[in-house]
Nanobody
């Protein structure tokens, strides 16, 4: 089992920044690729970004590319999402997830463990 706990959400004005953190416990953190997803009110879950086990490879959705940066610290068992130039459309509950094997960013299938989520609200 892997336990994931997100933190860092909050209310920010458009154009502002937030940094989300995901603290992992349980099994060896470096064995898992990490992803961030979000879900806005009334909408389905949306992929945001993922990072490889070593941190050498990252991938972003088009909607956040150039504004968000995913990173990880395997020594501290944490993954982070730096979010800059936030816009009201970024308002959502943000979830981190861990995948031990193949996964789909379109569906989230393959991500074995999920956090409880942290709310990000961007005001205009």
């Amino acid at each position: 089992q892997v336990q994931l706990v997100e933190s860092g959400g909050g209310l920010v004005q458009a154009g502002g920044s937030l940094r989300l953190s995901c603290a992992a416990s349980g099994r060896t953190f470096s064995n898992y690729a990490m992803g961030w997803f979000r879900q806005a009110p009334g909408k389905g879950r949306e992929f945001v970004a993922h990072i490889s086990r070593s941190g050498s490879s990252t991938y972003y959705s088009d909607s956040v590319k150039g504004r968000f940066t995913i990173s990880r610290d395997n020594a501290k068992n944490t993954a982070s999402l730096q979010m800059n130039t936030l816009q009201p459309v970024d308002t959502a509950v943000y979830y981190c997830a861990a995948a031990s094997g193949p996964f789909s960013v379109a569906t989230g299938v393959g991500f074995d463990y999920w956090g409880q989520g942290t709310q990000v609200t961007v005001s205009s």
